[in-house]
């Protein structure tokens, strides 16, 4: 199957990380003296934790940008949970494109591997209560699409992808506005489609159903305001939980009957997994 992320461009990627890595010269002056040209490496990468694999599709290519005959089999599957010491991928093919690819192949999916893993711990967590998991817009600048991508590997829905496809009302806007039915009304007026309302208070959230929010972000509310919350709105729009929600907290809050629960810290705090790349010589 090919790899493909909407909006996103897996050449100029590889292209714009290796030109970083290389610097101004393009070269790898460790790998060009030490290594002979013609010198070929066998390669195995392999996780030393218990993972949710992602990335190695963006591993391939940056090997493949600097030897195109490479011989790589994928030994998993994206998504796929692997046990600690299971290999990942296999290669042979030019040794000094192989050192030189290395880092970047490794960062970006030991990077990946990790936000996917946080994510399915976060999964795991809420099974059995309906709610969906949420990601949220604070990932590393550039490197969006990827980490949304990996959240997804982990069995989370993307909450908008940026500024661009919805609206997203907050504490600031509706302090603007003169209120949440003002700031709602506005976005409406616009021709916004998806209205989601920031609101930490139950009384805000008639006004703002009124104006016509689509979506209500319940913030920063304990689990027993949350279910007063859901009683009060009654299905009438999707309700968010947001707001300081971990991995020990999660499920009171997804059994309150929220539709989502989102959590920043997994792309913003996910640790990289342990995945390592041993080179022998052909």
């Known amino acids: 199957m090919t790899f493909h992320i909407p909006q996103f461009d897996l050449d100029a990627f590889v ?5 970083e890595d290389l610097g101004p010269s393009g070269r790898d002056v460790t790998s060009e003296s030490v290594i002979p040209a013609d010198v070929r490496f066998a390669g195995v990468m392999d996780s030393r934790d218990a993972i949710v694999v992602a990335g190695l599709p963006i ?5 493949r940008a600097l030897d195109p005959t ?9 998504g796929q949970q692997v046990a600690a ?6 290669l042979r093919g030019n040794a ?18 990790g936000i996917a893993t946080m994510t399915r711990q976060y999964v795991d967590a809420i099974a059995g209560t309906g709610c969906i998991l949420l990601d949220t817009r604070k990932t590393i600048p550039g490197l969006r699409l990827l980490e949304k991508y990996a959240t997804r590997m982990g069995g989370a829905t993307n909450h908008r992808m940026g500024l661009w496809d919805a609206a997203m009302i907050k504490d600031n806007h509706v ?13 409406k007026n616009a021709g916004v489609q998806r209205i989601i309302l920031e609101v930490d208070s139950l009384e805000q959230i008639e006004p703002g159903l009124a104006a016509g929010a689509s979506h209500l972000l319940l913030d920063n509310m304990d689990a027993n305001t949350l279910r007063a919350a859901v009683a009060l709105i009654a299905g009438r729009v999707p309700t968010e939980a947001s707001g300081g929600v971990t991995l020990d907290s999660i499920r009171v809050k997804a059994e309150t009957g929220v539709t989502y629960i989102s959590v920043g810290r997994l792309t913003q705090s996910a640790p990289a997994a342990d995945i390592g790349l041993d080179f022998a010589q052909v």
């Open 175 to 187: 302090a603007v506005a003169g209120g949440v039915a003002q700031a709602v009304s506005r976005a």
């Open 15 to 19: 292209r714009a990380t290796l030109a």
């Open 59 to 63: 591993a391939v290519a940056f090997f």
């Open 96 to 113: 000094r494109a192989m050192l030189t690819a290395e880092r970047s192949a490794l960062n970006t999916v030991q990077h990946l591997s």
């Open 70 to 78: 490479m011989e790589i089999e994928t030994l998993v599957d994206e």
């Open 85 to 90: 010491g299971t290999d990942l991928m296999r």
